[in-house]
């Protein structure tokens, strides 16, 4: 049996047609950011084995369809497939894993160009602008967005595919470039 | 080394210079940590040659690798040249190492991305807005309420039902009755006033006789909510 806190957030997650809050969950149905919490990690383990999931990015939570049953779903919707060529794909993965960064952490790791990769991308809403970074001409930083999390059928980034080589075997980029930035 | 603006070319299936050098150590079956890049440049060249005219920005992208090899290649086979090396190029072997490690991780991971694009299992979530609805939520009781209400009213007289001529009803008469209940009870409700069967004549001819006395200022009249009955009061002398 599932907590009536968790049944009343799934009610208003349900009507909503956007990502919801935790902190205007807690609003509407009178409780603490933290019993929310509690009701969304027993709602989201509630769902396992049905046609439901609960992803969030980062504190914004959603109901979505289950990445199994995409293809019925995508039948009655008439959606078509996402196509994304290797080179964005790439851009993509640096962008999904290191995020916010900036064209040039993106152009440092590709050793390429990513202009046209980072403006394909953005037209597909797949990565967004989040703001800027505090150095030098204030590069613009990107993030993923919903449309990645659900294109993908990723329930959230902690869902991200894990790598073989894990994430501490390398510097992160920002390390590397304050070391580069220091000595020079 | 990179341009400003153009579209992305693919190189001969290399999306970049990196893609190509990591593209020749697994071809050659080699481990990117022990590999002496140096030993790649030979190569690497080779592939460049065989290249068909490029976009200038990709070719100097690739060239500028090139160069690295090359200079790894002298520095390992001739080691007096370290030092000089090292004060005009700051990207030494395990630089290279570590960006091609890098790019690697990136690969495998855009490679798993590009899998689950593929497999198609995706989410949805639910499209369209919230519904306009009416502004208070709906009340089974209200309704109930609402409906016997309906059926009382539909069960009382009908004015062409009743013998009662028009004459009977005068504002003039019933403002001095209403005056005279007012004066004795202190208070009384609207339908108290109209009494069990009213008609609609007598609920008008009733309705302005109050709204007299409320503008002679002889009675208070209130309402708590919408459709409530109406509280008569007499107004206390001043």
């Known amino acids: ?142 993030g993923t967005t919903w449309e990645f999390l659900e294109c993908f059928g990723l329930s959230s980034l902690d869902d991200l595919p894990r790598a073989l080589t894990p994430e501490g075997a390398i510097p992160a980029i920002g390390e590397r470039d304050a070391v580069g930035d220091g000595s020079a | 080394m990179l341009g400003p603006e153009g579209p992305h070319v693919t190189v001969e299936g290399f999306d970049g210079p990196l893609d190509l050098l990591l593209e020749l150590v697994e071809e050659k079956k080699l481990d990117i940590l022990t590999v002496r890049l140096g030993e790649l440049a030979d190569a690497y060249l080779a592939r460049i040659r065989a290249l068909d005219a490029l976009p200038a920005d990709e070719v100097s992208a690739f060239l500028a690798l090139a160069s690295r090899l090359v200079l790894l290649k002298a520095r390992s086979l001739l080691p007096s040249l370290i030092p000089l090396a090292e004060t005009d190029e700051g990207e030494s072997e395990e630089d290279l190492r570590a960006r091609l490690l890098e790019y690697a991780v990136v690969r495998e991971r855009a490679g798993a991305l590009g899998d689950r694009l593929r497999s198609g299992e995706r989410g949805f979530h639910r499209e369209g807005g919230t519904p306009e609805l009416p502004p208070r939520g709906g009340e089974v009781l209200a309704l109930a309420a609402a409906w016997s209400k309906v059926l009382a009213l539909a069960s009382r007289p009908r004015e062409e039902g009743v013998v009662a001529p028009g004459e009977r009803y005068s504002v003039e008469e019933r403002t001095a009755e209403i005056e005279a209940i007012v004066a004795e009870h202190a208070q009384v409700t609207f339908t108290e006033l109209l009494s069990t069967e009213p008609t609609l004549g007598w609920a008008v001819v009733t309705f302005i006789a109050l709204l007299d006395l409320y503008r002679r200022s002889v009675i208070d009249l209130e309402q708590s909510e919408l459709f409530a009955d109406i509280l008569i009061r007499r107004k206390q002398a001043a």
């Open chain 1, 1 to 142: 049996m599932r907590s009536g806190l968790a049944n009343a957030v799934e009610s208003v997650l349900f009507v909503a047609e956007k990502p919801v809050s935790r902190a205007e969950l807690a609003r509407v149905v009178g409780a603490t950011p933290k019993q929310v919490e509690t009701a969304l990690t027993e709602l989201a383990a509630s769902y396992q084995g049905t046609g439901l999931r609960l992803a969030h990015d980062g504190d914004d939570w959603q109901l979505v369809t289950a990445p199994e049953h995409a293809a019925h779903v995508a039948a009655y919707l008439g959606a078509d497939r996402l196509r994304v060529s290797p080179a964005s794909l790439e851009t993509l993965a640096i962008i999904a894993y290191r995020q916010p960064v900036t064209r040039a952490d993106v152009e440092s790791i590709r050793g390429v160009n990513c202009d046209q990769t980072i403006y394909t991308l953005m037209q597909r809403r797949l990565i967004e602008e989040r703001g800027r970074r505090e150095a030098p001409g204030r590069p613009i930083l990107y």
